[in-house]
């Protein structure tokens, strides 16, 4: 399997010195193509602190951390934001919809960003809402939307530009039980179409729906398994 994410002894300080806080500590990972990957902690547990650094929000305190064989660990502020436009699709617990654009103006705003012309936007947004089964509500705006069908919305801003990785941030946890079984489906097939599929969650029961389960506490990796209960929906 080829490696998509590989994090060598990766630390992460707060506060250098006497009071320092140790979000991550010498941790080690990699995560390779094509992998659906949940990575699981408690609040503080380092969990949040590792995300940053996989989507490129963040840079180490010392360590490497390389994407397709490239060391992005000391990029500048706008590198970075070039390898999150190009390489992630984000999804957050808190949708991150613009309230005044619609679905559809939602979705292609990342489009905007990588200078894509409008009839393409167009294009890969209504294609991308329709994989979410969203596209009877594209000109709808989110407070016209149910919590379920926001997070559809955003997963299809997420995929529209078809990134390598998607990393979901607690993707379910604005969500009713019927809406979160509904994403987790979504978040499946897309694993099964050939992305890398990343989830940070707090939630054993989320965690369980991926194959390989990464359990992070006090800044460090504990265990790091294949699920044997994984099922293909």
């Known amino acids: 399997m080829k490696k998509l994410v590989e994090i060598k002894d990766v630390c992460k300080i707060y506060n250098p010195g006497e009071n320092e806080v140790r979000a991550l500590n010498h941790v080690n990972l990699t995560i ?6 949940a990575i699981i902690g408690q609040s ?30 000391h ?5 970075q934001s070039d390898i999150r ?9 808190g949708f991150n919809l613009i309230q005044s654009l619609t679905a559809m103006e939602n979705v292609e705003l990342p489009l905007i960003y990588r200078g894509i012309g409008k009839r393409e936007r167009d294009r890969l947004a209504e294609v991308a809402l329709n994989s979410v ?18 997070q559809r919305v955003a997963i299809a801003r997420a995929i529209a530009q078809a990134p390598p ?8 946890g604005n969500l009713d039980s019927s809406s979160s079984k509904e994403i987790i489906k979504i978040i ?5 179409e050939g992305r890398t599929v990343i989830v940070i969650t707090h939630d054993s029961g989320i965690a369980k729906q991926a194959k390989r389960i990464i359990t992070i506490s006090d800044g460090e990796i504990q265990s790091d398994i294949i699920n044997p209960d994984y099922k293909e929906d």
């Open 32 to 37: 390779g193509e094509n992998e659906f990957v």
């Open 44 to 73: 503080g547990s380092g969990k949040s602190t590792l995300m940053n650094m996989i989507g490129c929000l963040d840079i180490p305190t010392s360590g490497k951390y390389y994407l397709h064989g490239k060391d992005v660990s």
């Open 75 to 79: 990029m500048s502020d706008d590198e």
């Open 85 to 93: 436009n190009e390489e992630i699709g984000f999804i957050f617990q």
């Open 133 to 150: 089964g969203l596209e009877k509500r594209k000109n709808h705006r989110p407070n016209e939307m149910s919590g379920g069908q926001q």
């Open 165 to 172: 990785i998607l990393l979901a941030d607690e993707p379910t």
């Open 188 to 192: 499946k097939r897309l694993y099964r």
